[in-house]
């Protein structure tokens, strides 16, 4: 009842999917692991079809992760791999994104659990990334929660997870970059803001407030004083000083201040669902922003030593943006 539920809707009264949830929640106390693993799993499978049904749906969110861990453990121990169950991480996306970072702060949860949680974000990286994509903040305050220098123990056991997520998102989302040598993360958002967190401290270090839509695209200078930051929706190009303002520079918020803007022609998406045509208008989907658009700072090879103009204390840099219709921009820095 519970998969011909999931996969047609409509062929289930909300009466009888309340008492398949029922029994379902109530298997999940069974004292064989095999029938609560495979209750979780058929929970979250059907978790559209049964969540109207769920008293304490937070509560139920960290049953799932608890029996999966649970499962993935016994697995790493066991020759079987093939009893792993799918586990909550394929659906997580469809849950509270403030209870994983809630979870994070839980320290009456046994070994292992908060590290879990770390691995279940990179699964919805990999698996559901266009869902994820209007989560970022939360996913990225999830694993600053990890990280909190006030707690050192949870912060050692869930470095090398969350580096490994970091860079996960980094590599996926083309309006997350992070720069080694500040250990500053930037992330632009759908509410039109960017936020750049201080890895070593685990806050968030600065506000950048100006661009008129979502951000697609965020890219430190290679020296990470300059941010530059890109809304595809409206064409903006914006340049931001992402490095230390002084004592001056931040009484007056020079720090929050855009250094310079370029406008470019806003993107139409192509009748026939295909690339978008420089004509003005809306914006490519955000499945081709994700994996379309990016940054790139560029040296010109004209300015290498020896080379005719060619000036090796000054060398001349190339910020290069990649479109969502995979047209390229340049600018001469």
């Not at 890219?219 to 409206?234: H, K, M, P």
């Not at 700072?297 to 840099?317: C, E, I, V």
Request: glycine share 8%.
């Amino acid at each position: 009842m519970s998969m011909i539920g999931t996969y047609f809707p409509g062929e289930i009264s909300p009466a009888g999917a309340r008492e398949v949830c029922d029994v379902l929640v109530f298997l999940l106390k069974s004292p064989e692991r095999f029938v609560a693993s495979v209750s979780a799993e058929l929970l979250t499978k059907g978790l559209m079809l049964f969540r109207p049904h769920l008293v304490d749906l937070s509560s139920l969110i960290c049953q799932l992760l608890l029996i999966d861990m649970r499962e993935k453990q016994r697995s790493a121990q066991s020759e079987d791999h093939e009893e792993t169950s799918s586990g909550p991480g394929g659906s997580l996306a469809y849950f509270n994104d403030g209870l994983l970072q809630q979870e994070m702060h839980n320290h009456d949860r046994p070994p292992g659990f908060h590290e879990s949680i770390l691995v279940y974000m990179m699964e919805l990286i990999n698996t559901h990334y266009l869902l994820m994509c209007r989560h970022l903040p939360a996913f990225v305050d999830t694993i600053m929660a990890c990280l909190e220098p006030t707690k050192p123990d949870r912060r050692r056991r869930c470095l090398p997870l969350s580096t490994r997520c970091l860079h996960s998102l980094v590599r996926r989302f083309p309006m997350v970059d992070f720069h080694k040598e500040t250990q500053r993360l930037a992330l632009g958002t759908m509410e039109a803001v960017i936020v750049i967190y201080d890895l070593r401290t685990a806050t968030k270090w600065r506000v950048l407030d100006g661009h008129a839509s979502a951000v697609s695209a965020v890219r430190f200078r290679t020296d990470g004083q300059v941010l530059v930051s890109y809304a595809a929706r409206d064409g903006s190009v914006r340049w931001w000083n992402s490095g230390n303002a002084g004592i001056f520079g931040s009484m007056l918020k020079m720090h929050q201040s855009c250094l310079k803007e370029h406008k470019l022609v806003a993107l139409k998406e192509s009748a026939n669902g295909g690339a978008p045509a420089s004509t003005g208008g809306a914006s490519a989907g955000l499945k081709q922003i994700i994996q379309t658009c990016r940054f790139h700072f560029l040296t010109r090879k004209d300015s290498s030593p020896g080379s005719p103009g060619g000036n090796a204390s000054q060398p001349k840099h190339i910020l290069r943006l990649t479109r969502e219709d995979a047209s390229q921009v340049q600018f001469l820095l």
